[in-house]
């Protein structure tokens, strides 16, 4: 009940039985008298009632006075200096009270902003010693997070229940799409967040099978990993590597999961077995052919001249068919060849470059390179070939003597030519022979490659000749396979290390008892919660459209920022112009956004299993309900009003709306109107809500209810 | 009376050697260059042997041995797939099928004299 309520009410009660009382009293005095004694007091209460009644209304308005004054000046003081006090020591430290009241109650607030400012002080020195602390294992765990966003597998990691503790970038973008149609498959089938279930996105039986295999192989202790074939949305073949997460008893409290994407791997597999087995037979087949005839002309040496010429045309015909079809074969295979060792694409005037860059830093060494006007573009493993090149360089000066070479390079056709020459000599064919074998060691210990052997792997040829054109001179040429001019190849994006670290994780989650327990009876704290806000063409429920939905999960106390709904609906309709001036929503920026029928199962699906929490919850959950019968959407979720939850723990103040909630519990609002950033604000006023509500003796969800529903705001209907 | 040979195959150099080959060892010999055919030389020539290849165009090689030994008018026909397709998995498909031998390419001449030879005397 409202404290000025509850007030008035002990005194009229006071008063009620107070003059019970006196009547009782005057009652049993009356009884006393004599006749003549009452006829005596009658008469002279006759002749003054005016001034017997005028007494008592004077009585009783000094009284209201004085209980009036007593309210305001020591109960409601009394009442705020309590729950301010509250938030000094919950949620905001930097809180002090300011109110009106008695001389006792107002020295009484200026103790406690006193003592409220000593604690500050200490506050902050510790919190100066623990960011200081902090700082240093932060720095690794951003490393860690970003590496671990980088990383080219998909991670997921579950807590016993399936619930998703953490995941990486790449998790997210193999089990999600993002265009407009693959959207409504992510509905089928779930999304990748903390809290929420792997099953959503991978099918159960299959993830129980891998659990089991592994705990099976955990009890023979020869195998604790367990892998399988899943199909993300976008029907891409991932495979999946099951890793438990042991607790210091051997008990499985999770487990990890390693995504790869290998359909292009099993593509290319599946061609190379394809081809490999069309050859195969094929090459029986015509071989077949050409035995078979070759046996009948052996045994049967007297046949007809006709019949000879038959079976000698047999053998001619498949010997050629067999020809072509190891060309084509080699044609194919070299194309799979090609992809077994990672060759990056760069020009090769910037290769040459790094060639000569290199080799002069040897003293005597002199390279003249004449850049080619056109930038000729080649594959190479960059590493091998430059070591490939100044191996050939340094074997050169030993040769020939010489210690100046020009380089140039050519297009021509399907190939780049990179020549090396030098004035003298050329390379004799035996020199060169014995140079293609001769082993360069790419690393210390590194695997031992020939020059022969790193040209094979590049498709490339080296040979020693004479260049009649300039000028004789000796030459030693590589020929490489050109490819076209394109933007470079896998790209990857930069890590940066952030300031403060993406929320891809929250390994509370391992201690969360199962997945969807009875949710009243659960504590406030650990429930998951989607904090939304809408914004409107205006403030009629039955008349008004949805023009903006914006959300955000709150998992474990924690406001997760990279989890957030934000969408525009268009309402089929015009915006009032006194709707634009409140939330600068245009109509031009919802001409090509949907329409609400296709957001809310959207929004259903992101808010699925998650208690929802709106500031004046009333009437947002009013539009959404007047949406029900269009999107088919029924929102069942259990709801908590920020707006109730604030009258509840500060029921002295008649101010509830975001802003001065805010600033009673120090949040600074960024964004305000837009739905997310309302609902952004909405959340963390309300993190901060539920430890107050903990001290009124209100945990979980059943009891802030409760509580709500007898707050005075809960009687606003839409 | 000479046994009867049909050779199902779609490559003529494999069907003209074989089919001079039979022809030198005293068989009756008839060639079909599809599955379809093989089916329609069945039933005009009714042959005691087929030499069959899988890789058949109309109805492959497995197709017509299914259709064969389904038929219990044609359950005294013997089969030996002659094929490129030299799997253990297509041998042993070819045998459960209800063939009588198989015999991968390439093959001796004496190797596919030999079996026929085995095949059609274990007939009697």
């Not at chain 1, 078979?292 to 079976?311: C, G, R, T």
């Amino acid at each position: 009940m409202n404290p000025i309520n509850k007030f008035w009410w002990f005194v009229a009660t006071s008063a009620v039985i107070t003059l019970v009382l006196l009547f009782s009293l005057a009652w049993l005095f009356w009884q006393q008298l004599t006749p003549a004694e009452k006829i005596i007091i009658d008469t002279i209460s006759s002749k003054n009632f005016i001034y017997i009644f005028s007494a008592i209304l004077l009585i009783a308005g000094c009284l209201i006075f004085v209980f009036d004054g007593i309210l305001h000046v020591y109960i409601l003081p009394a009442k705020k200096l309590t729950g301010e006090t509250h938030i000094i020591n919950s949620v905001n430290h930097s809180h002090r009270i300011c109110i009106e009241g008695s001389r006792d109650i107002m020295r009484l607030a200026e103790a406690i902003n006193e003592g409220a400012e000593r604690y500050e002080n200490l506050q902050r020195n510790v919190d100066e010693m623990i960011h200081f602390a902090r700082t240093e294992s932060e720095k690794e765990r951003n490393i860690l997070a970003a590496v671990m966003s980088e990383l080219p597998e998909g991670i997921l990691i579950c807590n016993s229940e399936g619930q998703i503790i953490l995941y990486n970038k790449k998790a997210r973008q193999l089990f999600e799409s993002r265009t407009g149609l693959k959207q409504e498959q992510n509905l089928q089938n779930g999304l990748v967040g903390i809290g929420r279930s792997v099953f959503g996105i991978i099918e159960k039986k299959l993830l129980v099978h891998a659990l089991d295999e592994i705990a099976a192989g955990l009890k023979e202790a020869n195998r604790n990993v367990s892998s399988f074939i899943t199909v993300s949305r976008e029907e891409k073949l991932l495979r999946a590597e099951a890793v438990p997460v042991l607790n210091h008893l051997k008990q499985i409290t999770g487990f990890i999961l390693i995504f790869e994407d290998i359909t292009e791997q099993l593509e290319k597999e599946s061609r190379f077995d394809s081809l490999l087995l069309s050859f195969t037979r094929g090459v029986r087949a015509s071989i077949a052919g050409i035995r078979s005839a070759i046996e009948v002309v052996l045994e049967y040496p007297d046949i007809k001249k006709e019949q000879l010429n038959e079976f000698t045309g047999i053998i001619h015909r498949e010997s050629i068919t067999l020809g072509n079809m190891i060309d084509e074969t080699f044609f194919n295979y070299s194309c799979r060849f090609n992809s077994m060792w990672p060759l990056v694409k760069m020009s090769a005037a910037d290769l040459i470059e790094t060639v000569k860059k290199k080799a002069e830093e040897k003293p005597g060494v002199t390279i003249h390179f004449l850049k080619p006007d056109i930038p000729c573009w080649i594959k190479v493993d960059t590493y091998s070939m430059i070591t490939a090149f100044l191996f050939l360089l340094e074997e050169l000066e030993n040769e020939t003597g010489q210690h100046e070479f020009r380089c140039s390079i050519e297009c021509k056709n399907k190939f780049i030519m990179i020549n090396i020459m030098w004035e003298g000599n050329p390379l004799k064919i035996e020199t060169f022979r014995v140079l293609d074998k001769k082993i360069i060691r790419i690393e210390k210990e590194g695997k031992p490659l020939t020059l022969k052997e790193i040209m094979k792997h590049h498709e490339a040829e080296a040979f020693s000749f004479v260049d009649r054109n300039t000028a004789n001179k000796s030459c030693i040429r590589l020929l490489l396979p050109s490819t076209g001019e394109s933007v470079s190849e896998n790209t990857r994006n930069l890590t940066i290390l952030p300031e403060s670290r993406p929320v891809f994780y929250d390994f509370d989650l391992f201690n969360q008892p199962g997945q969807v327990p009875e949710m009243d009876n659960r504590p406030l704290s650990e429930l998951i919660y989607t904090v939304f806000d809408t914004e409107t063409t205006g403030l009629n429920p039955e008349e008004d459209e949805i023009i903006s939905v914006g959300a955000i999960r709150i998992v474990n106390g924690h406001l997760l920022r990279d989890e957030s709904f934000d969408q525009l609906v268009n309402p089929g309709r015009t915006l009032p112009f006194e709707s634009i001036q409140f939330h600068g929503i245009e109509e031009h920026m919802l001409q090509n956004q949907p329409s609400i029928e296709q957001v809310l199962p959207r929004f259903g699906k992101f808010a699925e299993g998650t208690v929802l929490v709106a500031h004046n919850a009333a009437f947002d959950m009013r539009m959404l309900q007047m949406k029900e019968s269009k999107s088919k959407i029924k929102f069942i979720n259990p709801v908590l009003d920020t707006m109730l939850l604030s009258a509840i723990v500060h029921p002295a103040h008649t101010d509830h709306n975001l802003e001065a909630i805010a600033a009673r519990l120090g949040v600074s609002i960024i964004g305000r109107h837009t739905a997310l950033g309302d609902a952004i604000a909405t959340g963390e006023l309300f993190t901060k809500l539920i430890p107050l509500l903990s001290k009124m003796g209100i945990y979980t969800l059943k009891q802030a209810r409760e509580a709500s529903r007898k707050t005075q705001f809960a009687k606003i209907k839409y | 009376m000479q046994p009867k040979i049909l050779i199902a195959d779609d490559e003529q150099s494999i069907v003209v050697p074989l089919e001079f080959l039979m022809e030198q060892k005293g068989y009756q010999v008839m060639a079909a260059y599809n599955g379809e055919e093989a089916i329609e030389k069945i039933i005009s020539f009714n042959p005691d042997l087929i030499l069959l290849d899988i890789m058949l165009p109309i109805i492959d090689g497995f197709e017509v041995c299914q259709m064969i030994r389904s038929n219990p008018n044609w359950k005294d026909i013997k089969i030996i797939f002659v094929s490129a397709m030299g799997r253990e998995v297509d041998i042993a498909k070819g045998l459960a099928l209800g063939a009588d031998a198989y015999i991968t390419k390439p093959f001796a001449n004496i190797e596919i004299i030999n079996k026929v030879k085995e095949v059609l005397e274990h007939n009697k």
